[in-house]
């Protein structure tokens, strides 16, 4: 008389855990926006989709400031981004032209201006 019942099992398999990052299919990590959202106390209640949203935002708009910094550093023949591409890409943008007008983007190093470091004493 050992016939096998229909019960539930006690330890069902476990599905593996994705982060909210990975669910919204975004780069940018919306734990750390979460948390820097709650610890700034911006607002008593938070809901769960403001920090996948603010994330995505800011993908978008990193993203998009990227593609116009690209392509001022490839039409002055540099394989890198510096600070300057960045700069002109958002004067050239109407939109983060007004993003940009109360902030300053530091200039960089300059090419042959940097100094050896003083070797440290015994």
Same mark, same amino acid.
């Given at each position: 008389?050992?016939?096998? &019942?229909? %019960? ?9 855990? %994705?982060?909210? $990052?990975? &669910? #919204? ?15 700034? &106390? ?11 949203? *603010? =994330?995505?935002?800011?993908?978008? %708009?990193?993203?998009?400031?990227? !593609? %116009?910094a690209a392509s001022? @550093? ?5 394989? &890198?981004?510096? +600070?300057?591409?960045?700069?002109? @890409?958002?004067?050239?943008? !109407?939109?983060?032209? $007004?993003?940009?007008? #109360?902030?300053?983007?530091s200039p960089g =190093?300059?090419?042959?201006?940097? !100094? +050896? *470091? ?5």
């Amino acid at each position: 008389m050992s016939r096998k &019942r229909n %019960l539930p099992q006690c330890n069902p398999p476990k599905k593996h855990a %994705l982060s909210r $990052s990975s &669910r #919204a299919e975004l780069q940018f990590p919306v734990s750390r926006v979460d948390r820097y959202l709650r610890e700034g &106390r911006y607002a008593q209640r938070l809901s769960s989709q403001a920090p996948v949203f *603010l =994330a995505g935002v800011l993908e978008y %708009l990193t993203a998009n400031i990227l !593609e %116009l910094a690209a392509s001022e @550093a490839r039409s002055s023949r540099k394989m &890198r981004i510096a +600070p300057e591409h960045v700069q002109r @890409a958002a004067s050239h943008n !109407e939109t983060l032209s $007004s993003l940009f007008q #109360a902030s300053s983007v530091s200039p960089g =190093a300059e090419e042959g201006a940097e !100094e +050896p *470091l003083p070797e440290a004493g015994r």
